[in-house]
């Protein structure tokens, strides 16, 4: 059997938000019974089937590099993860929904990744002077993922919502927001599984398909970002 194309798509946000779960429904289409914390990354695969269902169909691997979540300030930290960075097709971008500062972290996480030489620690984020076209110009695809949706009171979901759309934006992102401890959130025809299978074919459409692909190989021949003042509200 001749060995298939791959890419590969970073998974990144503060520990305890789900990663480890969340790459494990993904790629084994079950829930993690015991998760535990990453340490440096973790690598599994996924079976894609790009434009499934068309003449243009072709199978990839999509590998999951699920990043360690420590946002210390400590140089050494970002230093063994930038080796991660390196060769990037897409990133997922994963915080809590039921806390806010894992999902203003990612505003840093996104920094420290597509701008390995930038020292995104004591960032403050802040919607009102933060620049969306940073990620219009973004040739690396972005996900936004919110975990432990089910944890969310009822009467909460809306606010909850109504913030994450603002993330969504501002990364120039899809969202989808789940709870990892139930596969049906990714089940066949639902919503869910189409922005996620979306998401992985522009990954690979870019990687593969793209005229200038060549730019999707890593970071370092890339404009860098510059990044302002920020906050998130």
Request: aromatic share 12%; net charge negative; glycine share 6%.
């Given at each position: 059997?001749?060995s298939l194309?791959?890419v590969k798509v ?5 520990s ?14 079950q ?5 535990s914390w990453?340490v440096g ?13 068309t003449?243009?169909?072709k199978t ?7 990043i360690?979540?420590?946002?210390g300030?400590?140089?050494s930290i970002?230093?063994t993860?930038a080796v991660?960075?390196n060769?990037v ?11 806010k ?26 919607n ?16 936004l993922?919110?975990?432990?949706f089910?944890?969310?009171p ?25 709870d ?8 066949a ?45």
């Open positions: 059997m001749a194309d791959r970073l998974v990144l946000g503060d305890g938000v789900g990663k480890s779960s969340l790459v494990h429904l993904i790629c084994q289409n829930v993690f019974g015991n998760p990453t990354c973790s690598v599994d695969v996924r079976v894609q089937d790009y434009k499934e269902g003449p243009e169909e990839f691997y999509i590998e999951l590099w699920d360690g979540g420590s946002v300030s400590a140089s970002k230093s993860r991660f960075y060769s097709n897409g990133i997922i971008l994963v915080h809590d929904l039921t806390n500062k894992s999902s203003q972290n990612l505003y840093r996480w996104s920094m420290e990744a597509l701008n390995k030489d930038s020292s995104p620690t004591g960032v403050i984020v802040s009102g002077d933060y620049d969306r076209e940073q990620f219009v110009e973004n040739a690396v695809p972005l996900l993922i919110g975990t432990k089910d944890q969310i009822e009467n909460k979901r809306s606010e909850v919502l109504t913030r994450t759309a603002f993330l969504s934006e501002d990364f120039n992102a899809e969202e989808i927001n789940l990892c401890t139930n596969p049906r959130y990714f089940a025809g639902t919503s869910n599984a189409v922005k996620l299978s979306r998401f992985f074919d522009k990954v690979i459409e870019k990687r593969y398909f793209t005229r200038d692909s060549s730019q999707m190989t890593g970071f370092t021949d890339r404009k860098r970002f510059n990044f302002k003042s920020l906050h998130y509200d």
